[in-house]
């Protein structure tokens, strides 16, 4: 795509996550549009659930590095292809040979379909990518390979089309993130159901935590949100370590993302926030210090391997952001129960005056804690969906 024109584009994530998403775009200086209502978020049967959210805006080329690089909640950054009317394979093939495929593809790159398709008359998905395939290669002069999307193996040269007609009218959108945004690239080892770290940046941002007082999360897991605490603390962008699919797009400058990175990578001045993180699983905190070791990050988390009645807070009051079990990993209702009671009992003993943000499945849970939260952002984890409750100690 020509570097200064703008193009629609489509900040892909988490439903429940829009808040935070377009706040972002907006500390940016990236502009929200409203999308007609053919362009609008696919519902839950027709996409993947945990990206079905999301907010449209317009940029540029260098905002959709940008958008990449920085957005913390975002699943994926696409960019819209004009929308056109194709009741046939033969028009399908014709109008969507007309779109700029020049600017996403080059001689040995490949492409993965996905499609959707709702109340029109081409209805089978595959079919469909079979003829927007062909119009690529039309519009090419030579043949873009297709195979399979597999997000935890994308490869270099690998491009995403998503491919949606409803009603007839038919949206193309490339993705410019490739593999989910959350895969920031330091995460190589997981514990047990792993929170993805736009969720975690997501409860973040609901904390309202100031980036300078404590933070504790007494059930880190593999390290997720003190990793992400760290990371925003000290202004490193969420894309920093990774690659990106429009990195493979013709005419990508290398030189850009590093100039973009110093601009957004404002280290603060003055001593880093306390960040604890523990776990009664050691084999999750070794992950945990492995993951933040990687990214740079264990000198500013203290790690510990301790259960939650063994917390130790500082004196200042602070914030706990965590994500404690569910139930369905525990397998019993008196565990989960006795889980949180001893948590809300710790917390009302060691941290008085402290917020506290909680993921949760549900309220029934919650209130084991004794703790009055309020009612809660929902959001999907896992498939799942579930609540980030707040409160104050």
């Known amino acids: 795509m020509p570097p200064l024109v703008k193009e629609l584009l489509f900040a892909a994530c988490t439903p429940g996550l829009e808040p935070f998403v377009l706040g972002e775009l907006e500390t940016l200086g990236l ?9 609008e978020t696919p519902t839950s049967e027709q996409s993947d659930l945990e990206e079905s959210g999301g907010i449209p805006f317009s940029g540029t080329l260098e905002d959709i590095y940008r958008a990449n690089l920085a957005l913390r909640c975002a699943s994926r950054i696409l960019v819209r292809m004009p929308s056109f009317r194709a009741a046939a394979f033969p028009e399908l093939r014709r ?25 029109s008359r081409l209805y089978h998905g595959e079919a469909v990518a079979e003829h927007v395939a062909a119009a690529i290669q039309d519009r090419l002069g030579f043949p873009i390979p297709r195979t399979k999307w597999n997000e935890g193996a994308t490869k270099d040269g690998l491009q995403l089309i998503l491919i949606r007609l409803v009603h007839d009218t038919c949206t193309i959108s490339v993705d410019a993130s490739g593999p ?7 995460r190589l080892a997981t514990a047990k159901a792993p929170l993805r770290e736009t969720l975690a940046c997501g409860m973040l941002f609901a904390s309202r935590w100031d980036k300078t007082a404590p933070l504790m999360d007494p059930f880190c897991g593999s390290g997720t949100l003190p990793i992400e605490a760290a990371l925003w603390s000290r202004g490193i962008a969420p894309g920093h370590f990774r690659r990106f699919s429009f990195m493979n797009w013709p005419g990508f400058d290398p030189q850009k993302i590093q100039f973009l990175l110093k601009s957004l990578e404002k280290h603060p001045i003055g001593p880093p926030p306390m960040i604890l993180a523990s776990d009664r699983d050691k084999g999750a905190v070794r992950v945990a210090r492995e993951n933040a070791e990687r990214c740079g990050m264990l000198d500013f988390i203290r790690f510990s391997e301790r259960p939650i009645s063994a917390i130790e807070a500082p004196k200042d009051p602070g914030w706990v952001v965590s994500n404690p079990p569910f139930g369905i990993r525990i397998g019993q209702r008196n565990d989960l129960r006795n889980l949180y009671a001893q948590l809300g009992k710790t917390l009302r003993a060691k941290c008085p005056g402290w917020k506290v943000t ?26 799942r969906r579930v609540r980030i409750f707040g409160t104050r100690v």
């Open 95 to 119: 109008k969507a040979a007309q779109l700029p495929w020049e600017g996403y593809f080059s001689r040995g790159h490949s492409a993965a379909f996905r499609v959707t398709c709702h109340k």
């Open 180 to 186: 989910l945004l959350h895969r920031r690239g330091y």
């Open 358 to 383: 909680l993921l949760c499945l549900n309220q029934e849970w919650i209130r084991y804690a004794g703790l009055i939260f309020d009612s809660g952002i929902p959001v999907l984890h896992g498939g």
């Open 31 to 39: 502009i929200r549009l409203i999308e007609p209502e053919s362009l």
